[in-house]
């Protein structure tokens, strides 16, 4: 599976942005897909997950209620609405496929995207 994530951006703290992972191949709809998110100096962390139909999704306290998690298994591809931006949400954004189930660890995951650079401005 190759994973190619976009959407990110400059964003004022407060605004929106939607990030979308589109994926390669035929089995998508049968991975859980996950977004994680690095900071400058920091380790990698989970943000959000999905499972392989969309029925169950599971976020970090950091950004409950505000982001959302969602797929669409016809385009091959998964979002990641995000609201109500801070300036600590600041980061690289990743998408991974996990063939097992909805994890959370990094190492829980098969396939990774390239990240794309989210920048929340105070």
């Known amino acids: 599976v190759q994973l190619q994530a976009c959407g990110g951006g400059l964003v004022q703290a407060g605004g929106s942005l939607r990030l979308s992972c589109a994926a390669s191949?035929?089995?998508?709809?049968?991975?859980?897909m996950g977004w994680f998110r690095q900071a400058p100096g920091k380790e990698r962390e989970f943000v959000a997950g999905?499972?392989?139909?969309?029925?169950?999704?599971r976020y970090a306290d950091s950004v409950k209620g505000r982001f959302t998690i969602s797929r669409d298994n016809a385009k091959n591809t998964v979002y990641l609405q995000m609201n109500s931006l801070k300036p600590a949400d600041t980061a690289v954004y990743y998408c991974?496929?996990?063939?097992?189930?909805?994890?959370?660890?990094?190492?829980?995951?098969?396939?990774w995207g390239q990240g794309t650079l989210v920048t929340v401005s105070s």
């Open positions: 991974a496929a996990d063939s097992n189930a909805l994890g959370s660890r990094t190492y829980e995951y098969d396939y």
């Open positions: 191949g035929r089995t998508f709809s049968s991975y859980a």
């Open positions: 999905i499972n392989w139909s969309g029925g169950n999704t």
